[in-house]
């Protein structure tokens, strides 16, 4: 069993800032690319972020210069520093990764049960 935990959600003002954290626990061979998605009241789910097991990141095209994915492979953790928030922030963010169960021999998809992200105007 693999399981992601976010934490890191919240009620903020406009302007302010959020990190989020996920966790993974469980039977891991590989962690590879890690990321965040959101998914805000009448819209489609989007990538906000990923990061590959180099570090390697990609962004929104839109979200660049405001939000910063990291990772710890130590901690087997992914992080999502989001400053300068605006309502349109406001979603629920899921965090993802494609994970190489022990025992497998393949890459599967995983998703946290997503954190809620709330900027208030």
């Known amino acids: 069993q693999v399981q992601l935990v976010e934490s890191g959600g919240g009620l903020v003002q406009a302007g302010g800032s959020l990190r989020l954290s996920c966790a993974v626990s469980?039977?891991?061979?590989?962690?590879?690319?890690m990321g965040w998605y959101r998914h805000a009241p009448g819209k489609q789910r989007e990538l906000v972020a990923t990061?590959?097991?180099?570090?390697?990141?990609n962004y929104a095209d839109s979200l660049k210069g405001r939000f910063t994915i990291s990772r710890d492979n130590a901690k087997n953790t992914v992080y999502l520093q989001m400053n300068s928030l605006k309502p349109e922030d406001t979603a629920v963010y899921y965090c993802?990764?494609?994970?190489?169960?022990?025992?497998?021999?393949?890459?599967?998809?995983?998703w946290g049960q997503g954190t809620q992200v709330t900027v208030s105007s």
């Open positions: 469980g039977r891991i061979f590989k962690i590879n690319d």
């Open positions: 990061v590959t097991g180099g570090a390697g990141t």
């Open positions: 993802n990764a494609n994970i190489v169960a022990i025992g497998t021999y393949y890459q599967d998809s995983y």
